[in-house]
C-alpha cells in the first residue's frame, strides 16, 4: 500500500492503483486496528468505481434478506440497509456507492451536513 | 380493586393512563397507548456516524428498530446496560423505537387535572420535551413528549437516525 500526497492511499492490485478508504475512519469506529499490515482489505467495486475497504476481520459470507433501516430509524450514509442474522443480531449492510461518496467528503463536513 | 371500579376508571373521560420508568431517581412517564412490549435489554449493533445516545438497532421480531439511551440524550452519562436494564418499545409516529432505562416502575391513572404544566426553571431537559408533571404522594413523575424529542433529534440530524 503506498501514500499519496494528500494522505490518501492506494494500493497495487495487479497493476492497477486502487484507491483504499479505512472503514472505521468513515464510521468514526473507536478501537479499530489502524495499521493496515494488520488488518484486511476487501476489494468492492459499485458500477465502473472500485476501492480498497480496510476491515478488522471477516466474519462470514452468507445470503441474507435486506431488511430497511429506514422503516423505524432514518437513512444513515454508507449504510443500505440491515440483515437479521441467525443468532437474531442485527447485520448492517454497506453501500458502496455511499462509502465512495462520503471518502470524497471530509468527516467534518460530512457531519455538519 | 374491583373489576367494576376499575371499569369505572377506565371509562371516565378525562383520565389517562401511563406507564412510569425509572432513571436512576427520577420517575418518567409514557402515555400507555404509546407501549408496544416491555423487554429486556440485549445487545444492540451500533450504527455508524449517529450520536452516543442512540445506541444502535435491535432485532424484534424480524423488524428493526432503534434504541435510544433516555439518559445520555438528556446530558447524562451513558447507560451501562446489564441484563437488568429494561427496554420500553413504543410506537411513535409511525415508527418503533425502543427506551433504554432503568427500570419499569408502575401504571398510573391519573385524571386530566392531576398534570401540571412544568414550571419554567430548575430542569435539565428542554421545556418542550415535558409533556406534564404529576404529583403523586412522596413522588412527582415527568411525562415525556417523546414525539416532540424525536421530532426535534431528526430535524438536528438530518443525516443520521433519529
Redesign the interface.
Known sequence: MKRIADGSAVLNVRGEFLPVQYLHA????PGAVTDASQALVVLVEAGAQQMGLVVDELVGQQQVVI???E?????????SG?T?LGD?????ILDITGLARMAHQPQKE??A? | MSTATAEKIALTAGTQQFLTYTLGAEEYGVDIMMVREVKGWA????????PDYLR????LR?????IFDLRARFGGPLTEATEKHVVVILAVGG???GLLVDAVSDILTVENEEIKPAPESDISIDQRFIAGLIAAPERMVVLLDMAALLAHD?EKH?????
Do not use: H, Q, W, Y
Open positions: 468513515l464510521f468514526g469506529i431488511k430497511s433501516l422503516e423505524n430509524a432514518d437513512r444513515i450514509e454508507g449504510i440491515a437479521i437474531g443480531k442485527v447485520s448492517l460530512r457531519l451536513a | 445487545d444492540v449493533t451500533r450504527l455508524p456516524n449517529t444502535g438497532v435491535l432485532n424480524g423488524i428493526v428498530i432503534p415508527r418503533t423505537i431528526l438530518p443525516n443520521t437516525s433519529l
